[in-house]
Each structure stands twice: as structure tokens, then as C-alpha cells.
């Protein structure tokens, strides 16, 4: 069973079983998504690992649907996670999608964030995934770098090497589509300007689970 709430863009708000598995079938855009027990395998296997970083960058890939190009370039001014409404500022330089907007996300994912920042003391104007080289500098992570740490996150999990790290995404507009059943929603939890997209992925979500 769905269990569905009035749902704020942003955050997942759905409980699917994590057994259920997509049947195959051809659809207009290739998807490989992660399956949410996969996915909460990898988050288990990080953290027991001591993988800080890599749990960090994933835990909010699979909770926000951010492109990697979005998350590093996040910035600690770009957080409002005071008060009862948390956001993040979200700058799209994607080929096909340019805007700048609010970015509703949960309380746990503002609470990892928050510890993320705190921890490693990151200035405003710096991106929040950063890491301190030889000489104590900060600098931001590339988005090949983030690419590599999923590649060699889901080979310590013993998970199939075949996703990339676009499956997060995938997982999180399905899971959302899956609460949801509505384009719109679906189209501005993606910011995307186009909803042909979102509409492929509602139709997924009723054909693999229903």
C-alpha cells in the first residue's frame, strides 16, 4: 500500500515495498533506475563503512533528484533550513533546462546537510561538497569526482556497476510519480520545463506497480 500525504515538491513522502522490481518493457527514454532496497543497501553498506562522503552525496541525490550538476554547485547561501519549511536554492545550468528556484526537501535530509556544513566548517559562497586538500584549502568536488565515488560505492555494496549515477534521479522521479500520479507534480519536483518527461515516468510507475 501507498501512503500518501498532501505532498510539498521535494520530498519523498512515500513507503513503496522494496521488493518490487520493474517488469521490462521499451519506453520513448532509457531508464536504469535504482531500486529503492538497492538504494537503502548502498545507504546501509556507506555508513557501516565509515563512507562518509560517498553516503553524504547519495543520501541527497536519491532524496532530492538533483542533477550532479546542480548539487556541486550548491552552496551553503543557497540553504534555508531554519524553521519549519526547509529548501535549498537550486541553479540549473542544463543544457536544456536554465532557471534558478526554491527546492523543497525533508527534515532528514536538512538535518544531514546541516551536519555535512557544520562538520567541515564550509563558508557561505563555498559548495557544500568540498573537501580539504594538503595544505587545508577547501576545494569543491568535480562532477567526475562525484561520478567515481557512486561507481565505487556500489562496488562495496556489491551492487551491479551498471547504474549510473543519473539511476538516483530516475529512482527519485518514479518514487514520486509513484506517490503522486500527477505530471505536474512530477514535472516540478525534476525542474523540468518539458512534462514529456514526467509524463513517461507516471506511466511507469502505474505499469511497474499496479
Not at 78 to 87: F, H, I, P, R, V
Not at 121 to 149: E, V, W
Not at 171 to 177: F, G, K, L
Request: charged share 25%.
Amino acid at each position: 500500500m501507498l501512503r500518501v500525504k498532501s505532498w510539498p515538491v521535494g520530498v519523498i513522502l512515500v513507503s513503496p515495498s522494496s521488493t518490487c522490481r520493474p517488469r521490462a518493457r521499451s519506453y520513448g527514454m532509457k531508464t536504469n533506475s535504482l531500486p529503492l532496497d538497492e538504494y537503502h543497501k548502498l545507504l546501509n553498506t556507506l555508513q557501516s563503512k565509515g563512507m562518509e562522503r560517498e553516503h553524504f552525496l547519495i543520501h541527497v541525490l536519491g532524496k532530492t533528484g538533483l542533477r550532479v550538476s546542480e548539487f556541486i554547485e550548491l552552496r551553503v547561501a543557497n540553504l534555508s533550513l531554519d524553521g519549519a519549511e526547509k529548501k535549498i536554492l537550486v541553479r540549473t545550468l542544463h543544457a536544456r533546462e536554465k532557471h534558478v528556484g526554491w527546492h523543497k526537501i525533508s527534515g532528514e535530509t536538512a538535518g544531514v546537510i546541516e551536519r555535512w556544513v557544520l562538520k567541515y566548517r564550509i563558508p557561505p559562497s563555498t559548495p557544500i561538497f568540498s573537501y580539504k586538500n594538503k595544505h587545508g584549502m577547501l576545494r569543491p568536488y568535480t562532477k567526475r569526482a562525484a561520478q567515481s565515488m557512486f561507481k565505487k560505492a556500489l562496488k562495496v555494496a556489491g551492487l551491479s556497476e551498471s547504474y549510473s549515477i543519473k539511476s538516483l534521479r530516475q529512482m527519485y522521479a518514479i518514487t514520486v510519480a509513484r506517490a503522486t500520479g500527477d505530471v505536474k507534480m512530477v514535472t516540478q519536483a525534476l525542474r523540468d520545463r518539458d512534462s514529456r518527461t514526467a509524463m513517461e515516468y507516471v506511466t511507469m510507475a502505474k505499469e511497474f506497480y499496479e
